[in-house]
């Protein structure tokens, strides 16, 4: 089991930029696969990026891909979101998630994740 906490959210204009960060407490954060997840309001929650445990694999959705990079630091205990190009409809919570049992068929997956932090709040305006 591992804690997360997300932090960086805030307010942007479209076009702007935004770096999330997820730090993790706990033990084997080096063995998780990370992964982070949005969900607006009325929406489902929709995978965003993921990365695997050596960070040597990553994945995204086609809606943020070439906008969006996932990152880890596992020195750090942290794995990062950075945020380019950002659109309204990226508007919504972002949440941080962590598994050590995930497959890359099943990234997309949030039923995968044992582990979630509690969200930021990512708002661009237009």
């Known amino acids: 089991q591992v804690q997360l906490v997300e932090s960086g959210g805030g307010l942007v204009q479209a076009g702007g930029s935004l770096k999330l960060s997820c730090a993790a407490s706990g033990r084997s954060f080096s063995d998780y696969a990370m992964a982070w997840f949005r969900q607006a309001p009325g929406k489902e929650r929709e995978f965003v990026g993921a990365i695997s445990w050596d960070g040597s694999d990553t994945y995204y959705a086609d809606s943020v891909k070439g906008r969006f990079t996932i990152s880890r630091d596992n020195a750090k205990n942290s794995v990062y979101l950075q945020m380019n190009g950002l659109k309204t409809e990226d508007t919504a919570v972002y949440f941080c998630?962590?598994?050590?049992?995930?497959?890359?068929?099943?990234?997309?997956?949030?039923?995968?994740?044992?582990?979630w932090g509690q969200g930021t709040q990512v708002t661009v305006s237009s």
């Open positions: 998630a962590g598994d050590g049992a995930i497959l890359a068929d099943t990234v997309g997956d949030a039923n995968e994740y044992e582990n």
